[in-house]
């Protein structure tokens, strides 16, 4: 499943008629670890790849955040959830998507928490891989990764050229002549079974390509394309021995056939994604994936809400697929309640501040995030992340 563009679209969903004098900010819920925390960019080039939206780009190119303890923040800047370039192109791409007010939000001013560049803390952390919803950047997951990573993890988000809707790249290239590639989907990839294929293969891909780079950054290379530098110690700081996976929608379809495939990855978290291959069209339930299918001898947690958004067909799919995964001890399932399924992202805290300065309605809001008050969501959420992976993928 993916999400935003490729499962209900921006139709239909209104804008209350309120309106402030001046831009809102929107604000992220602060992390909740003792650590402060680092971010840098990495710029990752996979010449073994060609890139499977644009015939034209002869290697696949991800670019990634990491998300890390810092030894000390002293002199480097917040972050922004979104650099003003991106956060240009989200107002005009994802806002129409996801049905939010098309002005009187300033998406550039929301800050992030952790500071750019800092210096790691030397010690060994497990890392998490994050794969946003379908359609959706990486940054949109940018609240949850700053928990994770204040508790103790080096979190690593993922966006994927082509796929997601916005992607800035550090220069241009021969190949590509814009420092940017947008979404090539106009509808819900699951609605034609090649393209779905596609999309979740190539996440796989990525994911797996990611894990190799951050290797070679461990064995102290740097493996950023521009040859940009690297905060001090980031290499040190990472534990591949103890690797999790987690994803939004496709991306939780991601993370679950990554871990499957891929025995560095030691347990997975899937936020609502589906598990089967979209239905061919015959009336017969679509494939399921081989993880449903066969189960894996490592964990796997299920985190649904009772108010996921589709067709019937669709919520038919999704119990379907779950339930065969269910069917192996390997897999638990847990359900956050008076919830919707963007509350896995960033927006469960920000659709109700844009509710409560008038910019969105009560049934916006009930479509995105559910009505689940955000000082209850994202904690739960949060909550039920962390403690999985501090079980499964445990800090030492």
């Not at 010690?123 to 990486?138: E, F, I, N, Q, T």
């Amino acid at each position: 499943m993916a999400a935003g563009l490729l499962l209900m679209g921006g139709g239909g969903v209104a804008r209350a008629q309120a309106r402030p004098a001046d831009d809102v900010t929107v604000r992220l819920p602060a992390p909740t670890g003792p650590h402060r925390i680092g971010v840098t960019t990495l710029w990752l080039v996979d010449r073994s790849r060609r890139d499977p939206w644009d015939a034209t780009i002869p290697v696949r190119e991800v670019v990634v955040s990491v998300l890390y303890p810092a030894r000390t923040v002293r002199g480097c800047p917040v972050a922004p959830q979104m650099t003003g370039s991106a956060a240009a192109m989200f107002n005009d791409i994802d806002v129409r998507i996801h049905g939010l007010p098309p002005s009187g939000v300033d998406w550039a001013a929301t800050a992030s928490h952790a500071h750019t560049g800092a210096p790691a803390h030397p010690a060994r952390r497990p890392v998490l891989l994050y794969s946003p919803g379908g359609g959706d950047p990486r940054t949109l997951g940018t609240g949850l990764a700053e928990d994770l990573a204040s508790h103790g993890h080096v979190v690593v988000t993922v966006d994927h050229p082509g796929d997601t809707s916005e992607v800035w790249f550090p220069t241009t290239t021969a190949y590509r002549d814009k420092p940017y590639r947008t979404t090539v989907f106009r509808d819900d990839p699951r609605k034609d079974p090649r393209l779905a294929r596609t999309m979740i293969d190539t996440r796989i891909a990525d994911l797996r390509f990611v894990l190799g780079r951050l290797a070679a950054l461990a064995a102290g290379h740097n493996p950023d394309a521009a040859g940009r530098a690297l905060p001090a110690h980031l290499g040190r700081a990472l534990d591949l021995r103890r690797v999790g996976c987690y994803g939004h929608s496709a991306g939780g379809t991601a993370a679950a056939e990554a871990m499957y495939e891929d025995r560095r990855i030691a347990a997975a978290v899937n936020l609502e994604g589906y598990l089967n291959h979209p239905p061919d069209g015959t009336g017969r339930e679509g494939e399921l994936y081989p993880v449903a299918r066969h189960g894996v001898d490592r964990p796997l947690l299920l985190l649904g809400t009772d108010g996921f958004i589709g067709k019937e067909e669709a919520r038919k799919e999704l119990e379907s697929s779950w339930s065969a995964m269910l069917a192996h001890p390997c897999a638990r399932r847990r359900r956050i309640d008076h919830a919707a399924h963007w509350v896995f992202t960033d927006y469960a805290a920000m659709v109700p501040q844009l509710q409560a300065a008038g910019l969105m309605t009560a049934d916006a809001r009930r479509a995105l995030v559910g009505t689940l008050d955000p000082a209850v969501s994202v904690p739960t959420v949060r909550h039920h992340v962390r403690s999985f992976f501090a079980r499964h993928v445990p800090r030492r």
